[in-house]
């Protein structure tokens, strides 16, 4: 049995206008309603069976007060028209939406016409004019749902299949929303955008850390039991530093063992004073890269002699806590390296990234440009989860997302950035909001005293 499935609002033709005919035809019905209701009395007097176009002077109009009653409606239609706008004004972007979808379809020609020949004003003469006559509109659906638009097309195979198959670039910048997916589905290609994305932002008292994944926004998870390690770049004033210990805070909720090395001995120095496993000296830094290499290949072999192991499960099957190194100025520690021991680090840290997913050994690097010549034969592409903060270069881009024809744009918003989840679609970020006042040492120190008496 086939079951019905709802695509959204379909886009016709006659979208093009939608947003004027919406607003004529509640406007013009609200306008009407008033004029009879402040004329009802008149109306009423009137003796209908009796008018006719020879005693029409009878009927008496007061035309001061039929200007007065224009007026009066013409200000309810505006004052209507401005709380509509301010308390549905979702509603109203939608149907922008779908007008432009209709206009996309239109102006770049993606239908088939024939053309007819067009009626005269006598319809007995023929006219020799032609109008054009759309015999094929594409089906284009239009949904909005849980913050997400979901622009569904049908692929039929025909000369406009290339073009509705990459629509990304059209719709992010006509919509003015982030691409977040992609998926070919049952002759349908599936376009979900991030609608309004700042008004997806979260505080950081939402951050949830739970199940093998991490909340950062409402709509956005980084999932590191599935997706692990995370790249992290950005420039000053970008909001990395709170962005990383947003992380930290998040992640020491769970039963997870944090590592965190500053070279810069900046901002995550600080956090010496409050929790274990903090380094900031180079020498104390290689150790823990050591140690936490080590400490996963003990585990890979620790974990098959354990009882309930299974082919096929992770660390958090047998109940194991999960471990991340925090790396801060991940290519200035690495510029301070000589060659032999930068070789040494960059071959356990390729070694991390690539067994680490099975025993729950997690990387979060954070560097200001993800330099090739410290995250090259492949490392970066282990990174599933990366984040650009602040500005940055095109070069910065392409080198912390590869090859790509995203535009990107800057706002000057901080902690806002881009980020791609693992899907290989890039789309517009903002870090938890941190309130003013929040004192980080004060609060991951409650959690590490609370850690300590469970423990």
Sequence with gaps: MKYYIYRGKRIHVADKDLVFHFAAAYLVFIFLLVILLLHSR????????????????????DIPYMIISIVIASAICLTVSALYYHYYIDYIKQLFHRQKLARMILENKWYEAEQVQSNSFFKDIPSGKTKERITHFPKMYYRLENGLIHIQVEITLGKYQDQLLHLEKKLESGLYCELTDKELKDSYVEYTLLYDTIANRISIEDVQAEHGKLRLMKNIWWEYDKLPHMLIAGGTGGGKSYFILTLIEALLCTNSILYVLDPKNSDLADLEAVMPNVYYKKDDMIACIDKFYDGM????????????????????????????????????????????????????????????????YFLILACQRPDAKYLGDGIRDQFNFRVALGRMSEMGYGMMFGETDKDFFLKQIKGRGYVDTGTSVISEFYTPLVPKGHDFLNEIDKLIVKAEKTD
């Design 297 to 360: 290949m003990k585990r890979n072999e620790d974990m098959k002699q354990m009882e309930g192991y299974k082919t096929g499960e992770n660390y958090a099957y047998l109940g194991l806590p999960a471990n991340f190194l925090i790396f801060d100025e991940y290519v200035a520690f690495m510029e301070m390296l000589g060659s032999k021991e930068s070789n040494a680090v960059l071959n356990k840290l390729k070694q991390l990234v690539m067994l680490g997913r099975q025993s729950g």
């Design 42 to 61: 008149t109306i009423m007097r009137i003796d209908w069976k009796n008018i006719s176009l020879l005693n029409k002077g009878k009927v008496h109009f």
